[in-house]
């Protein structure tokens, strides 16, 4: 795969309540991607970037809320997300330091 697209697929670890409690007990990681990425594109570029071995990635197409902005009414964009899991014994370090 070209290494360039790699390094554009996964935007950012999504942090929620939820992403917190999947990771502790499925030893999983969610990810924000591009809306265009597949399943092999994922794992490749987690593969790559964090240096483990990935057992499995799952995607979620994420509907944007209906917000009010001010008078007006508007939709915010649609994205997707990836619940990637790593084989047991391995973790990726979100915080960034060693």
């Known amino acids: 795969m070209n290494q360039e697209r ?3 697929v996964l935007l950012a670890p999504q942090v929620s309540e939820k992403s917190t409690i999947v990771g502790e007990r499925h030893n999983q990681y969610v990810f924000r991607v ?3 990425a597949t399943k092999p594109e ?3 570029a987690v593969e790559q970037l ?3 071995s990935v057992d499995a990635v799952c995607v979620a197409n994420v509907k944007g809320k209906n917000k009010r902005f001010g008078q007006r009414f508007g939709t915010r964009s649609d994205w997707k997300k990836a619940y990637v899991t790593v084989k047991t ?3 990726i370090n979100l915080a ?3």
């Open 42 to 44: 994922i794992k490749a």
């Open 89 to 91: 014994g391995q973790e």
């Open 50 to 52: 964090f240096s483990v």
């Open 34 to 36: 591009v809306a265009d």
């Open 96 to 98: 960034g330091g060693e």
């Open 6 to 8: 790699l390094m554009q």
